[in-house]
């Protein structure tokens, strides 16, 4: 079940990325990293939203497998891909300085 909604959201975040190519905004992993560090904040679980962050390295060759032969869906792929890892990095480092405050106060 999880593999299938991984593959919607990638699937949906790729059709974005090509809609809005020219109009690429680079502060957009830091937003998305903070919406999701704001759940930290509120008591979600770290490891259970960098689930959600992430997508397993699995699927995304499952999928471009499956695309094998359509190259631009592939670089479509690849890019959902390493802004997902960005937001991923983004959001570790916000959850790890959160943490190092509260050893510090």
Do not use: C
Request: glycine share 2%; no cysteine; net charge positive.
């Amino acid at each position: 079940m999880r593999d299938w909604i991984f593959e919607f959201i990638l699937l949906f975040l790729m059709v974005q990325a090509m809609t809005f190519r020219e109009e690429f905004d680079p502060a957009a992993p830091q937003r998305e990293a903070a919406l999701f560090y704001g759940l930290f904040l509120r008591g979600h679980s770290a490891e259970t939203l960098r689930r959600d962050i992430d997508v397993p390295k699995k699927l995304l060759d499952k999928l471009m497998k499956r695309h094998r032969n359509e190259m631009a869906v592939r670089e479509n792929l690849q890019r959902v891909y390493e802004y997902r890892k960005h937001v991923l990095a983004v959001f570790d480092e916000l959850v790890t300085r959160e943490r190092t405050r509260e050893r510090v106060q």
